[in-house]
């Protein structure tokens, strides 16, 4: 079993070794196989700056650590031996082995996460033994809603830090929305000269009569977004770019008034939105929106390599297409039935688009209505029904349902709680969340690439506020995720929280401002802006 050595997420296998454990020294060398020199690098640079231990390269006796590519091994997949010779972390392929190299941090103890040592002379050891793992799912996600509340570069790079340590593989960037673009794109300027700032912001719930009257933005130039996408891809973490249309597109819509309903309102007036809810102000449904978007996913599918391009489609409010003479000409001209399906077309369009350029289009399950373009994979996050019926019809799916893994919801009930969302999802929610629904036969279940906790930002006006909703949460997320767990009444949260105990001490000394068991902080609480849980209350957006 994995229990004697608490690790997080949990590995298939463990077989323990002799008794003892094997200490790593100054002497001790780092082999890297063909194709591992990433990870080399990555354990120089973490293990190696937190031991203060050279690990020079080198194979002359067996006070070594090798890195090597197996073919027997899944890809994703990894062995790590530890039995008085040479210790072996071995992966199906470089990622195999990175997540190798991530339990084999693990095992040196917490303080193997800091940036430098502590203690003169502390030992570096293993435990003996064998372990055998592999992920359950391929894609591990996690998205961050940088458009609500910008996070900094730095904010972003350590994230990615926080999701390699957790075998989390997918990131989902969430640029844009009402309150803010945060990709430059060079040939539309004003999208983060205009868009990218607003002028004040709504403090706490929606309903709250409070603003922080100071102007909140920034945005990530091309060259930031080239960095972050190689700084995950040495991590072995794909980014995922969304950018939200047509709902969720006020940012937009006040940069170039042009792309809104013209002839329903006087877009010219709009700025950012400083409020939370769904803008009413969308997309207009024509070829000048069309193009424009096209400039933009053109300028976006040089910065991102990921397979995947999510377009959004969340939450598209239709009042202005009902109103608007334009998008019901739209609508008869396309022989369409309503507004539904008008976006259908517009999402559609798209979908087209990117598989015409060898990409295809994830959009959020809003994008089954009104029918599922050919190529499009949904992210299903108001619950299951999405997901099954998209997988049910040969489409692949992401779980991301609210009810579990929407991280911005409240972790506990009472008074303390700082996050004014009305839903309590508790760490224990979270890890007996299950991605597959048992109403899906194995077949359709292969439609279900994996599963993603996700961030949304509107109540986390600062990167400590996302630390406080993030953590533990997603430390039980990516044990569902990655490990191989039995049926959710079966799971043994006593184990976990048991492994947990020593996962906060790492996450101690990788700087993660948590929520404690036993609850906030002073410095983490806020004053109740309608903090108090909500009965029933929808979503805060
Ligand atoms: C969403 O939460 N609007 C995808």
Redesign the pocket.
């Known amino acids: 079993m994995t229990s004697e050595i608490e690790l997080i997420p949990a590995p298939r296998h463990f077989t323990q070794g002799a008794s003892g454990r094997d200490a790593l020294d100054e002497a001790t060398l780092l082999e890297t196989g063909p194709g591992t020199e990433g990870v080399a690098r990555w354990l120089r640079s973490t293990v190696g700056a937190a031991t203060g231990l050279p690990l020079r390269e080198g194979r002359d006796h067996d006070n070594r650590i090798v890195l090597s590519i197996e073919a027997d091994l899944p890809p994703e997949g990894y062995r790590i031996v530890i039995d008085g010779s040479a210790r072996r972390i071995q992966g199906g392929s470089a990622a195999g082995v990175f997540w190798g190299a991530q339990t084999f941090r693990q095992l040196l103890g917490p303080d193997a996460f800091r940036r430098a040592p502590v203690r003169a002379g502390q030992e570096w050891a293993v435990p003996m033994g064998t372990i055998e793992d592999a992920p359950r799912f391929r894609w591990r996600g996690f998205m961050l809603d940088v458009a609500r509340h910008f996070m900094p570069k730095e904010g972003v790079l350590r994230h990615l830090d926080l999701m390699a340590a957790h075998k989390l593989n997918v990131f989902h960037f969430h640029l844009t929305d009402d309150q803010g673009w945060r990709v430059e794109i060079k040939r539309y300027p004003k999208l983060t000269e205009a868009g990218s700032w607003r002028a004040r912001t709504k403090f706490g719930h929606r309903a709250s009569p409070l603003w922080e009257e100071k102007p909140h933005g920034g945005f990530y130039t091309q060259d930031d977004i080239r960095e972050i996408v190689a700084y995950a891809a040495e991590r072995h973490i794909t980014v995922v770019p969304e950018i939200d249309v047509p709902g969720h597109s006020q940012a937009a819509i006040t940069a170039y008034p042009e792309l809104g309903n013209t002839d329903v309102i006087d877009t010219t007036s709009l700025s950012v939105w400083d409020t939370w809810g769904i803008s009413a102000n969308v997309l207009a449904p024509t070829d000048t929106t069309l193009r424009f978007y096209e400039g933009v996913f053109e300028e976006l599918l040089e910065l991102f390599p990921s397979d995947f391009i999510h377009v959004g489609g969340?939450?598209c409010l239709k009042d202005q297409w009902r109103q608007s003479p334009t998008a019901q000409a739209r609508i008869k001209e396309l022989g369409l039935a309503d507004e539904d399906e008008l976006q259908a077309w517009f999402i559609g369009h798209f979908d087209k688009w990117l598989t015409a350029r060898g990409r295809r289009l994830i959009g959020?399950d809003e994008i089954l209505e009104g029918g599922l373009a050919d190529g499009a994979a949904v992210s299903s996050?108001r619950g299951y029904a999405g997901g099954v019926a998209a997988a049910r019809a040969g489409h692949d799916v992401v779980m991301c349902p609210?009810q579990y893994v929407y991280l911005d919801h409240r972790q506990a009930a009472g008074e303390d709680e700082p996050v004014p969302i009305g839903y309590v999802r508790t760490l224990e929610d979270v890890y007996r969340f299950e991605p597959v629904p048992p109403e899906l036969t194995p077949d359709e279940a292969r439609h279900v690439l994996g599963t993603q906790a996700?961030v949304?930002t509107e109540v986390m006006e600062d990167p400590a506020r996302v630390d406080y909703q993030t953590f533990p949460r997603l430390s039980a997320f990516a044990e569902v995720a990655w490990s191989s767990l039995p049926a959710p009444a079966d799971r043994d949260y006593a184990d976990f929280e048991r492994r947990m105990a020593v996962h906060y001490r790492r996450l101690d000394a990788l700087g993660v401002g948590y929520r404690p068991p036993a609850g906030p902080l002073p410095w983490q609480q806020r004053p109740g802006v309608l903090g108090r849980p909500i009965e029933g209350a929808p979503p805060n957006?």
């Open positions: 969340d939450e959020w996050w609210e996700n949304w957006r």
